[in-house]
């Protein structure tokens, strides 16, 4: 498929370079001038959903062509094609594209290249970047890209289900994410919730387009042994895996045919729930005064969570570069943030904009996720960029939670069996073990 | 212009030959090189791989006995309300009409329907409660109740393609002469025999096609699963997706896809092969 693809896509190239050398070859642009238009290339791999994309043509970008009368061309690829045209185009020296956005694992994959500009000097007024973010985009001693929009998992409470708190734990602790929103609070809460209404309340995105294998790797798998993979078949591991299947018992078994929760949310099914901010959206939209969105519990090591950060960076020799830097400048104010986050969900970056929410379901949303980010205790993932390999990651922990939970396989077996295949994957893409 | 008569047919069926050529014949050789190919070379890795996970053969065993339950009660069914319907009553169009509104509804849109129905809080489930048959729900979905899963892609797919095969053997049944029903009447034939000995005979072209089509689905049977069962059911066509999808796996897609092709190959050749179509013009 992508034979042809890039079969048409030369062809067409082939053509347009007959027509533009047949047409105004003569005069070809070396210095733009003021008078000139400026078109910029931006390679997006995010916001590339066509809804999501319809959104940053007709209104983002819209928006700063009246402000600047920069014309911006967005174009949404997938992650491999963004890494070989940058590296393509860095080799040859010829650089078109003036603007990439990633998720910080390809970023920082590029920037180890050396194919990214240095932003250390750049100051954008009137924002203060979250600081986790502004650590994360530091590679190297250099500022390597300017960190954009964020995402991550939580968990979502029915207010129903406070009234069955175990002891000892008050509202106020899970809202919060004290010491004491540990899991095993989580264990005795669930089991509560079962034996006071007969039926299991808690769920998991464990459908097979589910999400499932985010929270092993990145959110209970730090949270009890400290890392996301370093220590896959540790002794901790395998107490982490016998507590997951006493908490699966009050999981609703029907979690493995689920791919979202904010449907079981609003169908009533359970009252506690881990899942994207994206794919909980809904339930909260829908229901604001049903819902609260937490922090996630802590474990033994502290509270793992998940992050996933994108960032804006020009590559190293782009044209246009004031242009660019323009731009990055128009998509991290806090006004466009905000308006970023009401139409598809990805949170602000810098500070100013968490204060400019307007009060609603995206407020509570956006309580609960600036609720994890500040706890204490927070062990964050970074989800790992192994390009074609990632699907193989995350089968390791799916097929670890199948065998163990479901299946009820022997878990110290299935985490020495599954343990070197996954310290493989690392190895195989020259990357340090997370 | 003019063009030679003798050339006309080929003019004619070129559009549907190009067809098939780019949407058949080319995927078709691409997921044979991706299958049987490694890093240009002529290879049964990807075979040996797939051959080894346990998923294939759990898929391969699921989507074979998916089939084995679901065409031979939908036929049956379907008989039956074809059968019901073929005689004159009041009502009868309206009858035909609700029992081919399923063929409307895409299985995504059916496995949905099944899923609110059956869900723990669901109608089936509310019903029972409150008539107070069961005390607590029954549970359809997850990995711990595949069986019931399994059940309940069972009745959904009755629910929605059992209309496709009563549509095509009501046709058979409405082009079955009255003569040779009345003559069988007149030598003293009871409605059993005239089944047995015209009707059955009579429909078997209707039948064949009928079971054909609905075999040749069921071996790509997906969505109503994918709702309902996820990958608790593991099926051909959805390991097929998950390993293409998720994994990115496009060599192991390539032999799950090239199996359900060889599947439904197989199994069209044998029904043409042992279900001979039998005329009674011609049978003397």
């Known amino acids: ?434 | 212009m003019k063009i030679k008569s003798s050339y006309l047919p080929y003019f004619l069926v070129l559009p549907a030959f190009a067809y098939l050529l780019f949407f058949v014949g080319y995927p078709l050789v691409q997921a044979l090189y991706i299958a049987f190919t490694q890093n240009g070379q002529l290879s049964l890795a990807t075979v040996r791989k797939t051959f080894a996970d346990p998923y294939f053969w759990e898929a391969l065993k699921y989507t074979i006995a998916l089939a084995g339950v679901i065409v031979p009660s939908q036929v049956g069914l379907a008989l039956i309300l074809a059968l019901g319907v073929n005689r004159v009553f009041k009502g009868k169009d309206f009858t035909i009409y609700a029992l081919t509104i399923p063929l409307t509804i895409s299985d995504v849109a059916a496995g949905l329907i099944w899923y609110s129905m059956l869900s723990p809080s669901g109608f089936l489930n509310k019903l029972l409660l409150n008539i107070g048959i069961i005390n607590n729900p029954i549970y359809f979905f997850g990995y711990q109740y595949r069986h019931m899963e399994f059940l309940a892609i069972v009745l959904a797919e009755l629910w929605r393609a059992t209309s496709i095969v009563f549509v095509i053997i009501l046709a058979g049944l409405q082009m079955i002469s009255r003569e040779y029903l009345e003559a069988a009447e007149v030598f003293g034939a009871d409605y059993w025999t005239r089944l047995k000995k015209i009707v059955i005979p009579l429909l078997k072209p209707s039948i064949q096609s009928a079971l054909i089509i609905r075999t040749l689905f069921a071996m790509q049977i997906f969505g109503i699963v994918w709702i309902l069962a996820g990958r608790d059911i593991p099926i051909l066509a959805g390991e097929g997706f998950y390993r293409l999808t998720e994994l990115k796996e496009y060599d192991v897609a390539s032999i799950y896809a090239l199996v359900i092709a060889g599947l439904s190959i197989l199994l069209g050749a044998l029904y043409i092969k042992f279900m001979k179509a039998e005329y009674l013009e011609v049978k003397r």
């Open chain 1, 1 to 434: 498929m992508s034979r042809k693809m890039s079969f048409g896509g030369v062809l067409i190239l082939v053509l347009l370079g007959a027509i533009v050398s047949g047409c105004i070859g003569g005069e070809k642009t070396t210095t733009p001038t003021t008078t000139e238009q400026v078109t910029l290339t931006w390679l997006s791999t995010q916001l590339n959903p066509p809804e999501e994309r319809a959104f940053v043509q007709e209104q983002l970008l819209t928006e700063f062509k009246d402000q600047t009368g920069i014309e911006v061309n967005f174009i949404p690829i997938s992650y491999s094609d963004m890494a070989t045209r940058l590296e393509a185009e860095e080799q040859t020296g010829e650089v078109t594209i003036n603007l990439i956005a990633d998720l910080h694992g390809g970023l920082d994959f590029f920037a180890s290249k050396g194919w990214l500009e240095d932003l250390s000097g750049k100051t954008l007024e009137g924002r203060t970047f979250i600081s986790t973010f502004e650590k994360y985009a530091t590679i190297g001693g250099k500022k390597v890209y300017i960190p954009w929009m964020s995402a991550t998992y939580v968990m979502v409470v029915n207010k129903k289900a406070f009234e069955y708190l175990p002891d000892g734990l008050t509202q106020e602790d899970v809202m919060k994410g004290t010491e004491k929103w540990t899991y095993d609070a989580l264990l005795e809460w669930a089991k509560n919730l079962k034996e006071a209404t007969g039926q299991p309340q808690l769920g998991f995105p464990a459908g097979p387009k589910g999400l499932l294998h985010r929270f092993l790797h990145g959110y209970i798998y730090p949270s009890f042994t400290g890392y996301q993979a370093k220590n896959f078949d540790s002794p901790e591991a395998v107490e982490m895996w016998k507590y997951l299947r006493d908490l699966w018992q009050y999981v609703n078994p029907a979690s493995t045919t689920w791919d979202a929760m904010g449907e079981p949310l609003l169908r009533g099914e359970v009252l506690i729930a881990w899942d994207h901010t994206a794919r909980i959206k809904n339930a909260i939209e829908t229901n604001p005064d049903q819902f609260v969105v937490v922090p996630v519990p802590r474990g033994p090591k502290g509270r793992g969570f998940i992050l996933v950060v994108a960032g804006l960076a020009i590559p190293k020799g782009a044209p246009n570069a004031d242009e660019a830097w323009k731009l990055i400048d128009y998509l991290t104010k806090p006004e466009t943030q905000v308006k970023i986050l009401e139409n598809v969900g990805f949170f602000p970056t810098v500070q100013e904009a968490t204060g400019a929410i307007p009060s609603g379901p995206l407020k509570i949303l956006a309580e609960g996720v600036a609720a994890q980010s500040a706890t204490p205790d927070a062990v964050v993932a970074m989800i790992p960029n192994l390009g074609e390999k990632g699907g193989q990651f995350t089968n390791a922990y799916r097929t670890a939670f199948e065998r163990i939970v479901l299946k009820g396989e022997d878990p110290e077996a299935v985490v020495k069996e599954l343990g070197p295949q996954v310290r493989k994957l690392f190895e195989e893409m020259g990357q340090e073990i997370p």
